[in-house]
C-alpha cells in the first residue's frame, strides 16, 4: 500500500554533531545561561502527583464494562504513561536531585516506572546519555533504527504499522545495536517492577493491570505525543539531524519539543529550556521547527521519501566510552 520510499541507506555525515559546538558558542555570549543548570525542585512533586494519580486511576478501572477500561486506558492512562516516560528521560539527567545525588536520582526513576508497568528506567538512562554523547553514532546511538526497520518499513502501510510498534522496537533495538552487561540496577529495576505489577492484580484484579500495560503500549505507539519520537531527529529537510517543536502538548512532556535547547543543554531541566531560547534566541529562531506532533506522524507515514532510514549516521572516532 503506497509507493516503495527509495531511500536504501541512512544519510552518512563526516562531520561531528552540531550541538557541543553550538553550546560552547552560546555559553561565550551568555555565560548567565549556566546558572539555569542543575535540579528543578518542582520535579520530584510533579512526578509523586502524576503517579498517585494514576494509583487512583487503577482503583477507579477495576469496577469498570471493559469498554470503559479501554476507552479510559487510550483517553487518559495513554497519555499520563507517556508523560511519565519523559519524567524518567528527565531523571535521567540528574535533574530531580541533582548530580551530587545520583542515586537518589536512579531510585526515584524506579518510582516514577511504577505506574508504567514494563521496567526500563534504569537501562534507559544508560543509553540515553550514548545517544546525547554521541548522537546518530553507528552501532552506539539505540535511538537509530535498525537496518531491518529501514529496509522492510518503507511504503505508507508498513510505516503506519511501524509506528504503532514503536514500543516493541525500542525495547529490542538496544539488543541488536549495542548490547550490555545487565547491571545490579536493572535487575532492582526489574524486580521492583514485577512486585509492583503482581501486588496491584493481587489487590485489584486484571482490569488495572491491563489500564496499566496497554496505556503504556498505546502511549508510545500511535498516539499524538508519540510524534516526539519522529519529530526529534528524523531527517525531515536535508543536513538537519535535530528539531525542535514549541506546541501546547510541551506540557504534558516537561518541555521535551525543545529538543535542540535539549541537546545543546541536557543538563537544564526542561522547565527552564524556554529560557534557554529567549535567552540565545538568534541561535534557534531560524533552525527548522514544528507545530504539530501529529502533522510529523501524518507528514511521515504519506511522504514517500521518508521512512526509518531518513536519520542522520555517523561513525565514530577515536575512543568511545559508553554508560
Not at 537496518?147 to 514503536?166: A, D, N, P, S, Y
Amino acid at each position: 500500500m503506497g509507493n516503495r520510499v527509495p531511500r536504501e541507506d541512512y544519510e552518512w555525515v563526516y562531520t561531528d554533531q552540531p550541538h557541543a559546538d553550538r553550546r560552547k558558542d552560546i555559553l561565550a555570549k551568555y555565560p548567565e545561561i549556566k546558572t539555569l543548570m542543575g535540579p528543578d525542585p518542582r520535579l520530584k512533586w510533579i512526578v509523586c502527583m502524576m503517579v498517585l494519580i494514576q494509583f487512583l486511576a487503577f482503583y477507579l478501572v477495576k469496577d469498570l464494562d471493559w469498554k470503559w477500561v479501554l476507552f479510559w486506558t487510550y483517553a487518559f492512562g495513554s497519555c499520563i504513561n507517556h508523560s511519565m516516560t519523559l519524567a524518567i528521560h528527565e531523571i535521567s539527567h540528574n535533574t530531580a536531585f541533582g548530580n551530587s545525588r545520583a542515586m537518589w536520582n536512579r531510585w526515584f526513576a524506579m518510582f516514577a516506572n511504577l505506574p508504567i508497568g514494563l521496567p526500563y528506567s534504569a537501562s534507559f538512562k544508560r543509553y540515553h546519555l550514548d545517544h546525547h554523547r554521541y548522537l546518530g553514532g553507528d552501532g552506539v546511538d539505540v535511538d537509530i533504527p535498525t537496518e531491518f526497520e529501514g529496509w522492510f518499513f518503507c511504503t505508507r502501510f508498513r510505516k503506519f504499522v511501524w509506528i504503532i510498534l514503536q514500543p516493541l522496537f525500542y525495547a529490542i533495538r538496544p539488543l541488536c545495536i549495542n548490547p550490555k552487561p545487565i547491571t545490579r540496577l536493572e535487575v532492582a529495576n526489574v524486580a521492583v517492577q514485577l512486585s509492583f505489577n503482581v501486588a496491584l492484580y493481587w489487590l485489584c484484579g486484571a482490569k488495572p493491570v491491563v489500564y496499566m500495560m496497554a496505556g503504556s503500549l498505546l502511549g508510545m505507539g500511535l498516539h499524538p505525543i508519540s510524534g516526539h519520537f519522529i519529530a526529534e531527529h528524523y531527517m525531515f529537510l536535508k543536513g538537519h539531524e535535530t528539531y525542535s517543536y514549541y506546541g501546547s502538548l510541551n506540557l504534558l512532556t516537561f518541555n521535551v519539543g525543545y529538543h535542540n535547547e535539549h541537546h545543546d543543554f541536557p543538563s537544564i531541566p526542561g522547565r527552564r529550556l524556554p529560557l534557554v531560547k529567549k535567552i540565545a534566541s538568534e541561535y534557534y529562531d531560524d533552525l527548522p521547527q514544528y507545530t504539530s506532533w501529529v502533522k510529523v506522524l501524518y507528514d511521515f507515514i504519506m511522504d514517500d521519501q521518508l521512512s526509518p532510514y531518513s536519520r542522520v549516521k555517523r561513525r565514530l572516532k577515536g575512543d568511545v566510552k559508553l554508560e
